[in-house]
């Protein structure tokens, strides 16, 4: 069996590529006098948000993005949000809108993401952007499956014929990233809670994505020598160390190409919500 030494899928460095990229056409449409924005509301302390909220708020200040940050009480009511939602849909001066999720549980997740203007849903949560891109003709694309193939076209890996599995089914990560695998041609797989010999099938991958939200939950005997892996989860483990759902140092030695956490999928996904925010402030003056 080959021995691998994984090369590092580097978020971090790429993120910083597109964040110079985006500041010029942020120059751009400044001159034009249109000042791109986009309005995040968080609700409660769910930890992987926060993080989220933090870094964002940075590299939007590094690309000139204005931001404005709303963060409302745990008792907040469904009819609020709503109310809020429907004020940033009519305010012209905002370009993009993202509730942060989950939401406490007096709120409707499904109601809320409806609520918001297809066109403002930086996210690509709202039906139409996810059927859209279902249907293999996307609108908006949502942001962590965006940053994930941007990042695998980064290092010209292919994906046409791939056996990829996806583990983990939510709305933000594994089923619209499955439905952007299938338009790039890869034979997909997604895996959850109720799939049986998980290992079995995680070891048949070409490309391995794991986004479950357990610290370390695969290592060697779940991946295949040479595969491509990609770490999504955000977790703490015992130590409370940062860590994704990959055994990073076991599998190093093991997956052609792995993505590090912190430093890979994370911070591509706020480049990629960086990039949708000025796609539509363009889109709103052309
Ligand atoms: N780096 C980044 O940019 C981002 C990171 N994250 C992180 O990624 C992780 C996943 O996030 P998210 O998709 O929102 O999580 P969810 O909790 O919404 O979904 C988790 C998925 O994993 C499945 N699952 C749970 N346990 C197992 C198991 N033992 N075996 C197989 N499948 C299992 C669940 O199955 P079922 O559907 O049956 O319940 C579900 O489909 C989290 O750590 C989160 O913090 C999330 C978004 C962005
Ligand atoms: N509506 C909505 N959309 C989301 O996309 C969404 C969400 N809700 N809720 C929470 C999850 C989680 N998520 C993360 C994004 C970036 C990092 C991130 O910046 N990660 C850095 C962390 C570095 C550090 O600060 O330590 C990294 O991995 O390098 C983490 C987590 C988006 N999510
Ligand atoms: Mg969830």
């Known amino acids: 069996m080959a021995i691998f030494l994984a090369i590092k899928l580097d978020g971090k460095k790429l993120s910083q590529k597109i964040a110079g990229q985006l500041q010029q056409r942020v120059t751009k449409l400044k001159a034009r006098g249109v000042s791109p924005k ?3 509301i968080l609700i409660g302390d769910d930890p992987a948000s926060q993080i989220y909220v933090r870094n964002k708020r940075r590299m939007a200040k590094k690309i000139g993005i204005e931001t404005s940050d709303l963060r409302l009480p745990v008792a ?3 009819e609020k949000l709503l109310q809020i939602i429907a004020e940033l849909n009519n305010d012209v001066t905002v ?17 809320i993401i409806q609520a918001i203007d297809p ?3 930086v996210d690509g949560f709202h039906p139409f952007n996810m059927g859209k891109l279902f249907m293999g003709a996307p609108y ?3 942001c962590t499956p965006n940053g994930i193939m941007q990042l695998l076209a980064e290092y010209r890996i292919p ?8 583990v983990g089914r939510s709305n933000i990560v594994g089923r619209p990233l499955a439905a952007l695998m299938i338009n790039h041609n890869a034979t997909v797989t997604v895996a959850h809670s109720y799939t049986k010999n998980l290992f079995e099938l995680t070891r048949r991958a070409d490309i391995l994505v794991a986004a479950v939200g357990k610290a370390e939950l695969f290592s060697q005997t779940a991946i295949k020598s040479g595969a491509v892996v990609i770490d999504v989860g955000i977790n703490r483990n015992a130590a409370g160390k940062l860590v994704g759902d990959i055994d990073q140092i076991k599998v190093a030695d093991i997956a052609s190409y792995l993505t590090p956490v912190p430093g890979g999928v994370g911070p591509m996904t706020i480049a990629m ?10 889109r709103s003056v052309k």
């Open 159 to 166: 994906l046409a014929g791939k056996k990829v599995v996806i």
């Open 140 to 142: 908006a694309i949502p």
């Open 119 to 121: 066109l403002k849903d």
């Open 95 to 111: 370009h993009g809108i993202l509730v942060q999720l989950p939401l406490p549980p007096q709120i409707n997740e499904e109601t």
């Open 273 to 282: 919500l960086m990039k949708q925010t000025v796609d539509f402030a363009e």
């Open 38 to 40: 986009l309005a995040v």
């Open 76 to 78: 907040t009511s469904e």
